[in-house]
């Protein structure tokens, strides 16, 4: 029985302890016109990254790219997001996990030339996201479609 309490308690300080840990500066922005590239750890996606490892595709639209840029922004925020920054043709949002409280940004960019809209998903900290920047892309991708 103690030793069960004992796990317990060494699992909440686990949880205390990482929740403690600074969330990391948002390296967001664009550079040369385009979003960063993923900085090399498999947390991360990027629409406009060359690496196969990191690409993800951009969000294609058919519709005015001005009722394309709504709806993402509608998407992102549906999802949980929130909305940091904000340009004509930029944005940049955040989102917290519910538990640990790690902080994710993503960034989209129009592309009006292409009739896309270029997106980049990355975690702050750490190393591994288990995927989850590419499914919340993905499930962007799905309401943007869903919604037209």
Known sequence: M?????????????VFV?????KGQAK?????????????????????DGSAS???????????????????????????????AEEEDYLWASYTTKWLRFV???ELRMDVDNNVIQVRS???????????NRKRVEMIRSLLINTR
């Open 104 to 106: 994710d940004d993503v």
């Open 18 to 22: 990482i929740a403690l840990i600074p």
């Open 54 to 84: 990191f690409y993800i595709s951009p969000l294609a639209f058919s519709d005015s790219a001005e009722n394309a840029w709504q709806l993402a922004k509608q998407a992102v925020v549906s999802l949980g997001g929130v909305i940091q």
């Open 122 to 132: 990355a975690s702050r900290v750490g190393r591994s996201d288990f995927g989850v």
């Open 2 to 14: 103690y030793w069960l309490i004992g796990i317990i308690v060494a699992f909440g300080l686990l």
């Open 28 to 48: 967001v922005g664009l550079t040369n016109g385009q979003l960063n590239p993923c900085p090399g750890t498999p947390n991360c996606v990027c629409s406009e």
